[in-house]
């Protein structure tokens, strides 16, 4: 019962607006939230704004710097393999299609296949996320520590998550022209950043007069043809 003179409960406290829940799209459409070219920009500001401590005072001996950085490259390796994998099997799948290899109980898995893929690469995947939360040494390495860190982060969240997204589109159309060329720029992205990374390594191993723990990203595949 309402106080007339209030508007007010009996109780005394105003009676709340009923639950709406989440604000929805009027026009049906998904919220900006749940949309992916949305979710891969943010992915590219969070990798860009990670933090990394470098040249930082470090009096720590040559024997541990370079076994923490070993822990941080194993470290690297560790988060990269599901996404790595991922990759190999998406440009197995755009192979397959290309060469006209792929049976018609193949093409049925390939939706499911791609979409598990894609979420490999992104940061809805705990070990995408903990390869970006790294913390490097702060020691004479830390720079480029972090800057393999970057780098393959984006590799992971930008790159091969764009590649994924125009296989996935070419499976299903593969004469689309802006799927080809969006598939051959994140080639170009993916030898990128992985000789990014690879160039801090060797930086590494330089400085510090030693061979570290390889990087395990692969090479780009080959284009179809």
């Known amino acids: 019962m309402t106080d007339p003179a209030t508007g007010e409960a009996a109780s005394?406290?105003?009676?709340?607006?009923?639950?709406?829940?989440p604000a929805a799209d009027e026009s049906g459409h998904e919220p900006w939230y749940r949309r992916r070219g949305v979710l891969v920009s943010a992915a590219v500001v969070v990798v860009l704004a990670i933090t990394v401590v470098t040249d930082l005072p470090s009096h720590a001996s040559r024997a541990s710097n370079i076994a923490s950085a070993n822990a941080v490259i194993s470290e690297v390796n560790a988060d990269i393999s599901p996404c790595v994998f991922a990759v190999d099997e998406a440009f197995t799948i755009y192979d397959d299609?290309?060469?006209?290899?792929l049976t018609a109980a193949d093409r049925a898995h390939i939706?499911?296949?791609l979409n598990d893929d894609q979420a490999a690469c992104s940061f809805t995947n705990d070990t995408i996320f903990s390869l970006s939360d790294i913390e490097v040494p702060g020691s004479s390495a830390g720079k480029q520590l972090g800057n393999i860190?970057?780098?393959v982060t984006l590799w992971a969240t930008s790159d091969a998550l764009g590649a994924i997204d125009a296989i996935q589109t070419l499976s299903v159309n593969p004469t689309r022209a802006s799927a080809l060329a969006a598939l051959a720029k994140d080639r170009r992205l993916?030898?990128?950043?992985?000789?990014?990374?690879?160039?801090?390594?060797?930086?590494?191993?330089t400085m510090l007069g030693t061979r570290l723990v390889g990087l395990r990203l692969p090479p780009v595949p080959a284009p179809a043809g």
């Open 97 to 101: 299609q290309v060469h006209h290899a």
């Open 190 to 205: 993916l030898a990128a950043d992985r000789s990014e990374a690879d160039a801090a390594l060797r930086s590494i191993d």
């Open 111 to 113: 939706p499911a296949l």
């Open 12 to 21: 005394g406290a105003p009676t709340p607006p009923p639950d709406r829940g």
């Open 149 to 151: 860190v970057n780098s």
